[in-house]
């Protein structure tokens, strides 16, 4: 059974730093592209970033020059480094692993493996 599990979530004023981590397992994804997306309430879910197979990233405009993405493949692991935290980052963040593609996409259709989502929640 393939699964994805965030942890790292949690409440943190702004200006402060979380890390998300995404440990996969059921399959090896070290040739998948890997991506992280979040959804506020009452909003679509929208793209953070990713990292393709290569390692090479791409990131939203939003939280670009704050959040690092990177990937362990020896721990079948994704990161997402979340500094300079504000307000409105405040959503659940969601870890996606896509099979299909080996390129970086903000289209969540691309993605086909799923995690059930981690909290974070920026006070200001």
């Known amino acids: 059974q393939v699964q994805l599990v965030e942890s790292g979530g949690g409440l943190v004023q702004a200006g402060g730093s979380l890390r998300l981590s995404c440990a996969a397992s059921g399959r090896t994804f070290s040739n998948d592209a890997m991506g992280w997306f979040r959804q506020a309430p009452g909003k679509e879910r929208e793209f953070v970033a990713s990292m393709n197979w290569g390692m090479t990233t791409y990131y939203a405009d939003s939280v670009k020059g704050r959040f690092t993405i990177s990937r362990d493949n020896a721990k079948n692991t994704v990161y997402s480094q979340m500094n300079s935290l504000k307000p409105e980052d405040t959503a659940v963040y969601y870890c996606?692993?896509?099979?299909?593609?080996?390129?970086?996409?903000?289209?969540?259709?691309?993605?086909?493996?799923w995690g059930q989502g981690a909290q974070v929640t920026v006070s200001s």
């Open positions: 996606a692993a896509a099979s299909r593609v080996s390129y970086n996409s903000p289209h969540p259709g691309d993605y086909n493996y």
